[in-house]
């Protein structure tokens, strides 16, 4: 019954090697058993024999013989590993080939085998599992055949395809060695480059590319254009495209800028040109240079030039208010001191136990007193441009407040004045106090002065801090100032909007001079009936160490 399993088996794998080999027996499935055996026996080309468990060899066929140069008597008992290579049977090639037919049920492989005189042919061999009738491992059925002349041809191939490979290979590097030079070239180069197909996808970037806007050629992939583009440079760079489409082969200047991978946005100065018809490049060619230092620098440049047109404008309005400052003060001295040379004539008229002759007395005392007002006003304005004769010092503000309205009490109290102030933010100033207690003694006195008739005054001060800024507000619900009319020379020496009430019309210009001598600056809100704020806004200080 085993005989009988061995020749199916064999017959199984006869024809499995009929598929692959067109030189191969026909066999039929119903070839007797007895003719089977006749047929195996005289096969020459194959080597047909069965084997045991451990591989020892139970049969051989004239077919073996010739193969691999032993006869029945020399082989029959012996293991298969000696068809094997000495390092194959370090590897134990022999028992993995049986193992994986035992674990698969057949197992094909190709090596080199040895021959009974030594020599190596390149072999194909089938390993096949044989099972008795109690389904117990009998052996394997193995079928080799000598395919050394193909091994031939196959290496002869893969020895000419390894020499076209070589040269394929050497002729590849030649050009690449020329692209790697002509790469080297870009990639060193100040400027960076970058190719869009017709679409603006990019298609290539220079190294120098990513030096210069962050972006690895992985990131930047995942961006269109405008993605990067500075939104106030939107439509710029889409009409720079349209152009760059509508003009081939001319290079189109632009500048705007683009996202950098930090998150900041550097300017760039550009020259697209569109070579999508050129076959040697088929794409737009933008070649692009960081100019953010040159762009900061004539930005810088601008605000100096524009800082120094305000300096000197304001030097230009500062003169022309010192020349009209002259000629009023001038206007306004003449008289009271016309006024005291009158009435001292006059003085010499009369007795001066007359009645008419107090009243001269007292005529003559106003014009003194208005003369001396015009010279102290004089003295304000004039020691406002000498602050660097004046030190800086510790200001506390509430207490600032409470030296202020302790001097204006008499006018606090005849007109049943408020005054509340809030210092919780911030209290204190490192400044010049006498130019402090002045702009707020003005404000004060102005916000009574201009009180709203129906209601009695009312004075808010707050401070806050405002980038590292100190902001004091002074808020009344006095009349208020129509803006539009009189607000563009609200500040101006000797502007008066409101002549029911007493001044000289130098108390905002005084205010306005101290505040931008200290480094700040004063803004105004207004409307008629509604009251005033004045917002101004000083240098915190630092106290010395």
Avoid at 48 to 62: A, K, T, V
Avoid at 213 to 232: A, M, Q, Y
Avoid at 380 to 391: A, C, D, F, S, Y
Avoid at 467 to 492: A, H, S, Y
């Amino acid at each position: 019954m085993l005989k009988s399993v061995f020749f199916e088996s064999l017959k199984q794998n006869l024809v499995n090697l009929q598929k692959n080999n067109t030189d191969s027996l026909t066999l039929e499935q119903t070839i007797d058993e007895k003719l089977f055996s006749l047929l195996v026996a005289n096969v020459k080309d194959y080597a047909i024999y069965m084997i045991d468990p451990n591989g020892y060899i139970l049969s051989w066929n004239q077919g073996a013989a010739n193969i691999k140069g032993y006869q029945e008597n020399e082989v029959i008992g012996r293991h298969i590993s000696i068809f094997y290579t000495g390092k194959d049977n370090e590897k134990n090639i022999p028992g993995q080939n049986m193992n994986k037919a035992l674990k698969n049920g057949s197992y094909e492989c190709e090596g080199w085998r040895l021959r009974k005189d030594g020599s190596l042919f390149w072999a194909s061999a089938v390993f096949t599992t044989v099972y008795d009738e109690k389904g117990h491992l009998a052996g394997f059925a193995k079928i080799t055949r000598d395919i050394t002349d193909r091994k031939k041809k196959e290496d002869s191939n893969e020895a000419i395809n390894a020499e076209l490979e070589r040269r394929v290979k050497e002729n590849t590097k030649k050009i690449i060695n020329g692209e790697l030079r002509f790469r080297k070239l870009i990639e060193n180069s100040y400027e960076g480059i970058t190719l869009f197909d017709r679409e603006l996808n990019v298609v290539y970037r220079s190294m120098s590319a990513e030096d210069i806007t962050g972006w690895s050629n992985t990131l930047r992939e995942k961006f269109e254009i405008s993605d990067l583009v500075h939104p106030d440079d939107q439509m710029l760079v889409k009409k720079l495209l349209e152009e760059v489409f509508s003009s081939p082969a001319v290079p189109i200047l632009s500048t705007y800028r683009i996202k950098h991978k930090k998150g900041h946005y550097i300017w760039v100065e550009c020259y697209f040109t569109n070579l999508l018809d050129d076959k040697n490049i088929a794409a737009i060619v933008c070649n692009f240079r960081d100019i953010t230092a040159k762009k900061n620098a004539d930005e810088e440049k601008k605000r100096a030039d524009q800082e120094r047109e305000k300096i000197t404008a304001d030097l230009v309005r500062r003169n022309k208010d010192l020349e009209q400052f002259t000629y009023i003060i001038s206007h306004n001295l003449r008289a009271p001191v016309a006024n005291i040379k009158g009435l001292s004539d006059l003085l010499n008229c009369f007795d001066h136990a007359d009645p008419e002759c107090t009243d001269t007395l007292t005529a003559l005392s106003t014009s003194v007193k208005n003369l001396d007002k015009v010279i102290m006003d004089l003295n304000h304005i004039l020691q406002t441009g000498k602050q660097g004769n004046e030190k800086n010092e510790l200001v506390f503000l509430p207490d600032l407040v409470d030296e202020i309205t302790s001097e204006l009490q008499p006018m606090i109290q005849c007109n049943n004045a408020t005054i509340d102030f809030n210092f919780k933010e911030i209290d204190t100033l490192y400044t010049l106090k006498g130019f402090v207690y002045s702009v707020f003694q003005n404000l004060i006195t102005n916000s009574i002065k201009y009180r709203n008739p129906d209601l009695d005054p009312i004075i808010s001060i707050v401070s806050s801090l405002r980038d590292e800024r100190t902001v004091i507000r002074f808020r009344d619900n006095g009349k208020g100032i129509d803006m539009q009319k009189n607000g563009g020379q609200l500040f101006g020496l000797y502007k008066r909007f409101d002549h029911t009430v007493e001044g000289k019309g130098m108390g905002l210009y005084m205010v306005k001079m101290q505040v931008e001598s200290l480094g700040g600056n004063i803004e105004v809100e207004s409307e008629p009936g509604r009251g005033t704020e004045f917002v101004i806004e000083l240098p915190t200080g630092t106290l010395p160490d």
